[in-house]
């Protein structure tokens, strides 16, 4: 992947002295603040009241420079960066359209949920409308898990805050078809790509052939500078001009 100047800035910003194009010869100590803020995200949220009445709600979300840096190749990605993808998204797809399509609750819409088996990342998509359940995992899914994630969905189609106050009946789990593809899982084992993949994947969501979806380091760097970069991060700019004063 080639870099332009103010990626490379901000991926070594990022990253620190971890992160060095090959013109970059410095052994200078890393001396970055893991604390620091780099991505401030508002993300806004329709709640329906009644059947007519809406409110929105506003929460911020916070990524610190330590998380970004789990999406160094080989590193377990931190839960944040996860919540991250889905904030940009969210934002990304509200400012698109109308209706939040692919991220609100009403049955008529897909729902997008990533959940933790036993420390190991799957995607569940909730197709409310053609009542299909897709799950996406860079593992084969093995029978236990199977069994572990129908307990999950069928416990949480019963709890009523999983649906907006609009919806006319709670869903049966015994309604749904289930659709675990075999294409895309190619994780390699103790990689510890499996929330890379579940982010590439609810990024990817729209592209026909978005199962077979690649994850090394260059697919980490992208993430991290998308997070970073992309306009729903309200202090982008702020780090992208210290990303350039830094170098």
């Known amino acids: 992947m080639r870099l332009s100047d103010e990626e490379a800035a901000v991926a070594a910003y990022i990253f620190g002295k971890s992160f060095k194009r090959e013109s970059d010869e410095t052994d200078e100590t890393d001396e970055t603040d893991d604390t620091e803020v780099l991505v401030r995200a508002h993300v806004h949220k329709e709640i329906a009241l009644t059947s007519t009445l809406k409110t929105t709600h506003v929460h911020e979300e916070v990524a610190l420079r330590s998380g970004l840096k ?10 944040e960066v996860l919540d991250m993808v889905v904030c940009m998204l969210t934002e990304e797809e509200r ?3 109308e209706w939040t399509k692919y991220w609100f609750l009403p049955t008529r819409f897909s729902i997008y949920i990533p959940i933790d088996v036993d420390c190991h990342w799957i995607l569940l998509v909730v197709d409310m409308d053609k009542k299909k359940l897709l799950m996406l ?6 029978s236990k898990t199977r069994e572990k994630m129908m307990k999950l969905i069928h416990k949480m189609m019963l709890d009523k805050s999983f649906y907006d106050i609009m919806t006319p009946a709670i869903a049966k789990i015994s309604e749904f078809e289930i659709d675990i593809p075999e294409e895309g899982q190619q994780e390699e084992d103790m990689s510890n790509d499996c929330r890379v993949w579940v982010a590439s994947w609810m990024m990817l969501h729209k592209e026909e052939d978005h199962y077979n979806v690649k994850v090394d380091a260059i697919a980490r760097l992208r993430l991290a500078l998308d997070l970073v970069m992309k306009s729903y991060n309200s202090i982008h700019n702020d780090i992208i001009s210290k990303a350039l004063k830094a170098l």
């Open 137 to 142: 995992d860079s593992l084969p899914v093995s």
């Open 95 to 97: 400012c698109r359209t």
């Open 70 to 79: 789990t999406l160094m190749l080989g590193k377990l990605v931190f839960r």
